[in-house]
């Protein structure tokens, strides 16, 4: 956990504990928190909010709503600007931000110290496109507060990942999808007039230009940085391998096991031969803001990343202002290429004692308006389909509007299929894929091994796709 986030939770947690105890010798929170134990089953007594982002009825008296949200890139920063534009709106209401681990798995695991205490400590919860299935069961049903008015605005798919057992456990914030960065002037300056299309095409493009740039005197030059570490974002990057050689995702919308096939093991073993050639050594420890910061200081050629960075390489202190564009990720044997799906949404805890205002802030934060400030100022996808006309939008992020396609047909992770037990799933295809880039075991073995495993832990068979 972040120091920040750790620092005030603790001390919230001392001011409990001490009001608690004024009364009566109580454990310390968050055990003894109020706890709302079942999901409000009618609306809110508080006449409900009609057209976010501008609701009409502030609450009467004064309350927190504390809100826990990511801090990768300009993620915490954005996040305060929006919550201060609804606290100007509404004098009663206060909120605070805090930030939470980069590493997704992490971050899951701070959420779940909150759920399992059904800790009241923390209202809003910004969550995985991977969660939804996982974290239903603690959150509330945002149709109830008024987001059943502005579903259609979104994205569908994102809608009905998002929708479990009929309940929408959280409003669609931003999306994301994998993206090939590369520099522009590099590939003028080495005789090529586009980005690669296959993967092969980046090995031969990425080992050119890296040796061109060692023998210009840049040492630290590399062809092409990813995320190698083992984590969340290793799964990421590993399904785009694996689906655009035709290896499948994983594990099949209808349950099967269907990674220990050649093209996944081919794929895998692709990326292994990058470790130490075209990507440093190190990029088995890269997670997203690692891969950046090689990149934006200009000693990289391609870079796969999320749509965040396009906004923070076009900064005035980036080494690469100016000098790149954003494509789609490379074809593998299939003949396509593929992006994995990402993105965040807002999600209100059935466990806050003010689930009517939390959702109000959380419909406020993913609106239209502050969906396209945040695409304008961060480069965050929005989820709102019209945005993707927008001028300002398609000015500041050209690639939105030129990506489109990469956007809405972004490959999903096999979260709903295997919901509630996705996290392991994915730790163990994670860390398999990591052997085989670490050298430590052979892709052939590490994906025969990882179907058993697979098979054990959900109880699917193996199959083809
Ligand atoms: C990005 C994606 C998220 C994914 C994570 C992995 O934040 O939006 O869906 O799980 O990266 O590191």
Not at 54 to 80: C, M, N, Y
Not at 166 to 173: C, E, F, Q
Not at 420 to 444: I, Q, R, W
Request: net charge negative; with cysteine.
């Amino acid at each position: 956990m972040k120091r920040s986030l750790f620092v005030i939770l603790a001390l919230l947690m001392v001011v409990s504990m001490v009001l608690a105890g004024a009364q009566c010798p109580a454990p310390p929170e968050p055990t003894t928190a109020p706890q709302p134990t079942t999901a409000p089953t009618t609306a809110p007594t508080k006449p409900k909010p009609t057209e976010p982002p501008k609701p009409t009825t502030p609450p009467e008296e004064k309350v927190t709503i504390r809100l826990l949200s990511g801090a990768v890139g300009q993620e915490l920063e954005l996040a305060k600007e929006s919550a201060k534009r609804y606290m100007d709106a509404h004098p009663n209401v206060t909120i605070e931000v805090f930030d939470t681990p980069d590493a997704v798995q992490d971050r899951l695991g701070v959420y779940l110290q909150y759920f399992e205490t059904k800790s009241s400590e923390a209202d809003i919860y910004q969550i995985d496109v991977i969660w939804p299935g996982d974290l239903a069961e603690h959150l509330v049903d945002l149709n109830k507060y008024g987001a059943d008015k502005v579903a259609g605005e979104h994205f569908k798919a994102i809608i009905e990942n998002n929708t479990v057992d009929g309940k929408l456990v959280g409003i669609p914030w931003f999306t994301d999808a994998g993206l090939l960065f590369y520099r522009t002037d590099l590939l003028k300056e080495y005789g090529y007039s586009a980005p690669p299309k296959t993967w092969d095409e980046l090995e031969t493009m990425a080992k050119k230009i890296q040796d061109g740039e060692r023998a210009k005197g840049n040492a630290d030059f590399w062809g092409f940085v990813w995320q190698g570490n083992s984590y969340e974002g290793l799964t990421c990057d590993a399904l785009e391998w694996v689906y655009a050689n035709g290896g499948g995702t994983i594990i099949s919308p209808d349950k099967k096991v269907t990674i220990n096939n050649d093209k996944a093991i081919a794929a895998v073993s692709k990326a292994a031969g990058w470790v130490g050639t075209i990507s440093p050594k190190g990029v088995t420890g890269y997670q997203e803001e690692d891969a950046r910061k090689q990149w934006q200081a200009g000693n990289a050629a391609f870079m796969r990343n999320w749509p965040y960075a396009y906004s923070l390489g076009q900064k005035d202190d980036s080494a690469v202002k100016d000098k790149f564009d954003v494509a789609a990720l490379p074809f593998g044997d299939s003949g396509h290429g593929a992006a994995t799906l990402g993105g965040w949404q807002l999600a209100v805890s059935k466990y806050s004692k003010h689930p009517d205002v939390a959702a109000d802030v959380a419909l406020f934060m993913t609106s239209k308006a502050e969906q396209k400030t945040r695409a304008i100022k961060g480069s965050f996808n929005p989820t709102i389909k019209s945005l993707y006309q927008d001028a300002d939008v398609c000015k500041a992020s050209p690639f939105m509007c030129k990506l489109y396609d990469v956007f809405i047909n972004a490959v999903a992770r096999p979260s709903t299929a295997t919901a509630p037990k996705y996290n392991e799933v994915s730790t163990l295809f994670f860390k398999a894929v990591h052997s085989v880039l670490t050298g430590s075991a052979d892709a052939k073995s590490a994906l025969e091994e990882l179907e058993l495993d697979l098979e054990d832990l959900t109880g699917f068979k193996a199959g083809t796709q």
